[in-house]
């Protein structure tokens, strides 16, 4: 069964810092792995999509990377801003029929 | 449309009540997930629509939830006798192709307490 985690559960910093949070699944055999963010009370946002053959995915400051054979994403963010304070989620397809969530990084940006 | 829309927004049920969730995917997306977020926590599958075939239903907690999408579209996750271990935020995603490999959108979710 695959299980995913993220490390750390929370991460506080001050602005314009670089900061890297961490994704790990059990099995490496997915299609895809999906960054969401998500603010509170709200529902998710997709930030990245990682396709299985690519390795990294860029998007204005946000840089994702995957490395499936050792079952880990990052997600890369450069010069954080207090707007960038939310939960962040990973989601893994497991060339099933469904995405499995890490219990998502708590992320709050200091102004 | 232009995004996922799921209605309503908030619930509150008293214990033992019958509710209706509701979710409009995106226009012309094939697939419709459900999921169960608690508090705190990420999302938990619930069960998978591929058009109005329910593939996977294997996530659903007891036989008192029950999904439908009857002609392809709109969904309609409906949970009987609700519990307080109910209590959770259920999010509907909808993709473009058949299983996942495709970008999901989720929608804002509703927001169900049992009291």
């Known amino acids: 069964k695959q299980e995913v985690t993220q490390i750390p559960a929370a991460l506080s910093v001050p602005e314009g810092e670089n900061l890297v949070l961490n994704c790990s699944f059990t099995?490496?055999?997915?299609?895809?792995l999906q960054w969401f963010r998500q603010d509170p009370g709200k529902g998710l946002t997709s930030l990245l999509l990682?396709?299985?053959?690519?390795r990294e995915q860029t998007s204005g400051r946000l840089n994702a990377s995957l490395d499936k054979s050792s079952g880990r994403s990052t997600l890369y963010i450069a010069a954080s801003q207090p707007g960038d304070s939310a939960t962040y989620l990973c989601?893994?397809?497991?060339?099933?029929?469904?995405?499995?969530f890490g219990p998502g990084t708590r992320l709050s940006v200091l102004p | 449309g232009a995004g996922v829309s799921q209605s309503p927004r908030y619930k509150v049920a008293k214990r033992g009540q019958d509710v209706a969730l509701r979710c409009d995917p995106i226009?012309?997306?094939?697939?419709l997930f459900w999921y169960q977020q608690a508090l705190g926590q990420g999302p938990e599958f619930l069960t998978y629509?591929?058009?109005?075939?329910?593939?996977?239903k294997s996530g659903l907690p007891s036989d008192r939830f029950f999904a439908e999408r009857p002609e392809g579209s709109v969904s309609t996750l409906k949970i009987q006798r609700t519990q307080q271990e109910d209590s959770a935020v259920y999010l509907c995603?909808?993709?473009?192709?058949?299983?996942?490999?495709?970008?999901?959108?989720f929608g804002q979710g509703t927001r169900l307490t049992v009291v």
């Open positions: 995603a909808s993709s473009s192709r058949t299983g996942t490999g495709t970008e999901a959108f």
């Open positions: 099995d490496s055999a997915i299609y895809n």
């Open positions: 990682i396709q299985s053959s690519q």
């Open positions: 989601a893994v397809d497991n060339y099933g029929q469904n995405f499995v």
């Open positions: 226009s012309g997306h094939v697939s």
């Open positions: 629509f591929q058009n109005e075939a329910q593939l996977d």
